[in-house]
């Protein structure tokens, strides 16, 4: 081929030749998309969030499901890990600056707790098993950090980002993930046996990272409003996706979760233009956001669940229960209501993104197996019963001294949106 489309020649051109793996991917990939489909609609007609039922059917048609869907496995984790960034862009458009500043100046207590209360279980365990110290503290790890891309999709889809509990949540998810910075170096660093020295610098360098990020989205959050800033939404939408890509690239570079790069670019942003942005990029979240949860349990091969299952259970059930305290006091804190304590606490149970990730961290240890296989087994029972408790938290019973209206109260100063009227229970 000559002339002005040389260039595409083995591109496009093969697909409309016929190209036999290109249309196999397409068939598999639209037949995903249209299970998916059918899978929100069901949600949808139970007024459920859809994650669960993301998570079965990647159980299903993963490896070593029912019928295993053989398609591009780069292409998917791509997409996945795009919609993590993509669900934490959008739940930092729901915190203001205002509210961030305050929950970090009051957040910390609740989160020694979370990390004391949710981490101790998943050590004790693995010592318990007989596992080496190393095992036994990415347990510890497993178990502490709840999953911000599966909470943040249950806070849209039940429609309580604007409840007055919701802060709290907000304050650990984001107190966890800026332990991360501290937890993943450390813990990277004791794996391959590195010196003290070399610790520290890799902890000082995440810290930095998140430091700069963060005093650049609180500092400056008005000026890259106004270059984000466009009369079309075309290039509001590619401006604002693609610096959510290079902030989170650019943190991840440097051993910070880009995940964190994403919260504060979405932070960052403000008035017309983040009520835009949330607009625009809204389908761009549901589509790679289901991509994320069926990823996440496509990797997982139900045979090595089997033998993980008893103690995944029952760590599943000793740290729901710490969450829900964990929740309970966060919730306290703010000055919410019984009901709002409890719905704090249930939606916090959910498990996955950055506890598959430091399971993976001990691939190559001696308790690697046995660490993966449980984890994998723990963050499927937690991802899908979190969703669904949070859905019901407000069937719960509670003792009477708990559930009873509360009066009236005057809001903080974080406290931007108006409850709905039940959140005062």
């Known amino acids: 081929m000559t002339g002005p489309f040389a260039p595409f020649q083995g591109g496009p051109a093969l697909v409309a030749a016929g190209d036999a793996d290109t249309a196999l991917a397409f068939i598999e990939l639209g037949l995903i998309a249209l299970g998916l489909a059918l899978l929100a609609r069901l949600a949808g007609r139970f007024g459920i969030t859809a994650v669960p039922l993301y998570l079965i059917a990647g159980l299903a048609f993963g490896t070593g499901g029912i019928a295993e869907v053989d398609v591009s496995g780069d292409f998917i984790e791509l997409a996945a890990e ?102 993943l170096p450390i813990v990277a660093a004791l794996i391959v046996g590195g010196t003290v020295t070399e610790m520290s610098v890799s902890v000082a360098i995440a810290l930095v990272t998140v430091i700069v990020i963060l005093l650049t989205a609180l500092r400056y959050g008005d000026k890259i409003t106004a270059l984000l800033d466009a009369r079309s939404d075309e290039a509001l939408l590619l401006g604002v996706f693609g610096v959510t890509l290079l902030v989170a690239g650019g943190a991840q570079s440097l051993e910070v979760s880009g995940a964190i790069g994403a919260f504060l670019v979405g932070l960052a942003l403000s008035g017309p233009v983040a009520e835009r942005a949330r607009r625009l990029t809204s389908p761009l979240q549901d589509l790679f956001a289901a991509t994320f949860f069926v990823f996440f349990s496509f990797q997982i091969d139900p045979a090595d669940l089997f033998d993980a299952a008893l103690p995944a259970v029952g760590l599943a059930i000793v740290t729901m229960a710490t969450k829900i305290v964990t929740g309970w006091y966060a919730g306290h804190r703010i000055g919410a209501g019984a009901r709002g304590r409890l719905r704090v606490g249930v939606t916090l149970i959910a498990r996955g993104e950055f506890s598959i990730v430091i399971a993976a961290l001990g691939a190559d240890l001696a308790d690697g197996p046995e660490l993966g296989a449980l984890a994998a087994g723990y963050v499927l029972i937690t991802a899908i019963l979190g969703p669904v408790a949070a859905r019901y938290a407000d069937r719960f019973p509670l003792p009477k001294r708990f559930d009873r209206p509360r009066g009236p109260r005057t809001p903080g100063v974080w406290l931007r949106r108006q409850p709905a009227p039940s959140d005062g229970r």
């Not at 970090?104 to 989160?111: D, E, K, N």
């Not at 309580?160 to 910075?181: F, Q, S």
């Open 82 to 183: 795009i919609g993590v960034l993509l669900l934490l862009f959008t739940l930092g458009l729901e915190y203001s600056q205002a509210e961030l500043r305050t929950g970090l100046r009051t957040g910390v207590p609740p989160g020694l707790v979370d990390m004391l209360a949710n981490a101790l279980p998943g050590v004790a365990l693995g010592f318990l098993l007989g596992w080496e110290p190393v095992a036994a503290v990415l347990l510890g790890g497993v178990t502490w950090i709840s999953s911000s891309g599966i909470i943040s999709k249950v806070l849209a889809d039940l429609g309580r980002l604007a409840n007055r509990e919701t802060p709290a949540i907000l304050n650990l998810l984001v107190i966890e993930d800026l332990a991360m910075a501290v937890y």
